[in-house]
């Protein structure tokens, strides 16, 4: 048999005070270059009732396309706080972030504290996320060539011939933290395209170039000796 008896007395649970933690300031850049590197500083306050039951969470960046947090959003850094947070104290970090280089236009920027919920908040953890009120402004660089000079435009197979060219950033952002090539080619038709055109010369560069500035480069080019007629370079 079971033998079951229940006690008349009441107990009182109280619940811990919670810790509330938010993000009550971020400062950024409005506008920012694709590839370019800012700092980003934001603080952390909390506003509960008692400090931080544990010592470590982690608080994250990220910018995205949309106005909500989703698992789309780009994570720009994550990093860790180690100290416990008083009630009515709050900490500052600055980071680093990197922004990519394939985005451009406007873009959310995102602070989100304890990323992974690691501290005890009761019923305040949906003010975690702090969201820029307007897009950022990612400018994207874009290379154009200007000129091409040839020192003739009468050249023999096996002969050796000048070529200078200008490139001009026309982007609205400046160029920097990547690296790319420039070639020369040649073909016989006035449309590029790789299949059926000749490799002539090339060069890597890794350059910071502004909006509106230039760069020129000059080759020493010998024709091959299997190239005849018109052709376009």
């Known amino acids: 048999s079971i033998n ?16 509330d933690l938010f ?27 008692s400090a931080t039951h544990t010592p470590n969470w982690n608080d994250a960046i990220y910018i995205s396309q949309l106005p909500q947090m989703t698992s789309s959003a780009t ?14 104290s709050s900490y500052t970090t600055a980071a680093t972030v990197t922004i990519p280089g394939n985005i451009a236009e ?13 501290v005890y908040e009761y019923i305040y953890e949906d003010n975690n996320i702090y969201r820029s009120d307007t897009t950022v402004t990612i400018r994207v660089p874009d290379l154009a060539v200007q000129s091409i000079t040839l020192s003739s435009d009468h050249v023999s197979p096996g ?13 609205s952002g400046t ?20 299949n059926n055109a000749t490799l002539l010369t090339s060069s890597r ?7 509106d500035s230039t760069y020129s480069n000059t080759y020493n080019i010998t024709l091959p000796t299997n190239i005849s007629g018109n052709r376009y370079i």
């Open 23 to 49: 993000v009550s300031s971020v400062s950024y850049p409005q506008e920012m270059d694709a590839n370019g590197s800012y700092t980003i500083t934001y603080t952390v306050s909390n506003s509960g009732s």
């Open 75 to 88: 994570r720009l850094a994550l990093l860790q706080h180690n100290a416990v947070l008083d009630a009515d």
């Open 4 to 19: 079951v008896t229940t006690s008349t007395q009441t107990l009182n649970v109280t619940l811990t005070p919670p810790s």
């Open 175 to 194: 160029l920097s933290n990547t690296s790319w090539r420039d070639a020369v080619y040649m073909s016989n038709s006035p449309q590029f395209h790789s």
């Open 159 to 171: 002969q050796t011939f000048t070529l200078t060219y200008q490139v001009a950033n026309v982007g």
């Open 106 to 118: 406007g873009w959310y920027l995102f602070v989100v504290t304890d990323v992974n919920n690691n």
């Open 205 to 211: 560069y890794m350059l910071t170039l502004h909006p």
